[in-house]
């Protein structure tokens, strides 16, 4: 049974000793000692010669396990564990502003592999972090945008690799600040008293009706033919 380390305020947060760690986690305590040298989990907290673990270390050793019984090997994971220690903290993404129409998705790093289907790479979780679609908050990952984390799924259901996902969402990123930019200055140029966020639904509506155009003239043009063809 855990320990419940008491600080000098009362009674804390359970903590572990390591067998009691690796006993819980379903690990042997050789296999949690080889995870702390791969630097797979955090350093515990030490008083004096006793190091002791939470329930951070057990939820990321429960991830591990996950990750390895879905096929991900141990350089993988510490590649994937560096990027999510070192990603963007949610309260740091929301403080840029958190959005107004978009609902966050919070998923453990095995729900969010299991979502995208081997897809989660190292490279591809460290460009997710740094284009903001994804944070961290503790041992939990946060998806800024249901709606991109649903539209991102289908597409990797579809054949679509998720790195071409992400690129295509920079580009469109890119595209959709130029729009917002000319739509908030065109109205604020000729009505600067009127609550532009108001006119939000009509900014929406043109870009979806100018897309949807888009789209039908592209899908009418012929095919191009492979190089060599």
């Known amino acids: 049974m855990a320990d419940e380390h008491a600080g000098d305020c009362g009674t804390g947060p359970a903590e572990y000793r390591m067998t009691e760690l690796a006993e819980k986690a379903g690990i042997t305590v050789r296999t949690l000692r080889f995870y702390r040298e791969r630097k797979l989990i955090p350093p515990p907290r030490r008083e004096g010669r006793i190091a002791w673990y939470d329930e951070h270390h057990l939820a990321r050793l429960r991830t ?10 141990l350089n993988a994971i510490a590649d994937l564990t560096d990027a999510f220690d070192n990603g963007r903290e949610i309260g740091d993404l929301l403080g840029l502003g958190e959005p107004t129409e978009e609902t966050p998705v919070r998923l453990t790093p095995q729900e969010l592999a299991d979502r995208f289907e081997g897809e989660v790479t190292p490279e591809n979780f460290a460009t997710a972090l740094e284009l903001g679609y994804l944070a961290t908050d503790g041992e939990e990952i946060v998806h800024i945008s249901r709606r991109l984390l649903d539209v991102s799924v289908a597409l990797i259901q579809e054949g679509v690799p998720l790195a071409a996902i992400l690129e295509t969402g920079r580009r ?44 039908d ?13």
């Not at 000319?182 to 043109?206: I, Q, S």
């Open 64 to 73: 591990i396990t996950a990750l390895l019984e879905r096929g991900h090997t």
């Open 172 to 215: 469109v990123r890119t595209h959709a600040e130029d729009l917002s930019d000319l739509f908030v200055t065109t109205v604020r140029a000729h009505t600067p008293d009127v609550d532009v966020d108001r006119l939000r639904p009509l900014a929406k509506a043109v870009v979806e009706a100018e897309l949807s155009m888009a789209m």
């Open 217 to 229: 003239r592209r899908l009418h043009q012929p095919r191009s033919s492979p190089p060599g063809a």
